[in-house]
């Protein structure tokens, strides 16, 4: 891979990043799941909660925003790491949120199953 191209996947990959931010923003959940691939998994450590695969990643958006009244989203850059063909990473989200029981936290909603 060249440097080039290397700088090109980073910036793909950058947009990505906002993307989801915008799709979560929009409480747009099916163009959110799209951007992962068939077997890609949303992480969510601090709820804890991972979902795994485009239909997941969807209905466990709407289950989160069900619990809300309203939510704003900032994605901080994380890690890249370039492999050829293939790429894993990391971004660091700050949520806020407001419960629809009108109380205020950041991000500790549950995701029931």
Do not use: K
Request: aromatic share 6%.
């Amino acid at each position: 891979m060249t440097d080039f191209q290397a700088i090109a996947d980073r910036v793909e990959i950058e947009a990505l990043r906002g993307e989801f931010t915008d799709a979560a923003m929009m409480r747009d959940r099916a163009r959110l799941a799209a951007l992962f691939t068939d077997d890609g998994t949303l992480r969510m450590p601090n709820i804890p909660a991972e979902l795994v695969g485009r239909e997941e990643i969807r209905a466990g958006g709407e289950r989160l925003q069900a619990q809300w009244e309203f939510f704003v989203q900032n994605t901080h850059p994380g890690t890249i790491q370039l492999d050829g063909d293939t790429a894993a990473g990391r971004a660091y989200i700050q949520e806020l949120v407001a419960r629809a029981s009108a109380t205020s936290s950041a991000a500790s909603c549950s995701l029931p199953r």
